[in-house]
């Protein structure tokens, strides 16, 4: 009985977050880059990887970037749990 009533509060718990979140979603636009156009002609692509690597780089920046945003969120749960 008292289950019950713990559960059917925990279910509107549940249900009324969830509304929150999707009205939140639902005010923010489709895509705030929707009307912006970053395509790089292919032709140029060819001269620029002649002399800057980019095809080769951005797999390196991407886990250079993962690595230090790793070490940054395990440095801050450190700094938060006071273990340094």
């Known amino acids: 009985m008292i289950a019950d009533f713990f559960i ?3 279910n509107f718990l549940i249900t ?3 509304g929150v979140i999707s009205w939140i ?3 923010l636009p489709t895509s705030p880059f929707a ?6 002609p292919s032709e140029f ?6 002399f800057l690597p980019v095809n080769l780089m ?10 230090i945003v ?15």
Do not use: Q, S
């Not at 009307?35 to 790089?40: M, P, Q, S």
């Not at 692509?45 to 002649?50: D, I, K, T």
């Not at 790793?70 to 340094?84: T, V």
């Open 8 to 10: 059917l509060i925990i």
């Open 16 to 18: 009324l977050i969830c």
């Open 25 to 27: 979603v639902n005010i």
């Open 35 to 40: 009307g912006i156009t970053l395509d790089v």
């Open 45 to 50: 692509m060819g001269y620029v990887n002649y």
């Open 58 to 67: 951005m797999p390196v920046l991407l886990a250079w970037g993962t690595c």
């Open 70 to 84: 790793g070490y940054k969120f395990i440095k801050w749960i450190m700094h938060i749990l006071r273990i340094e």
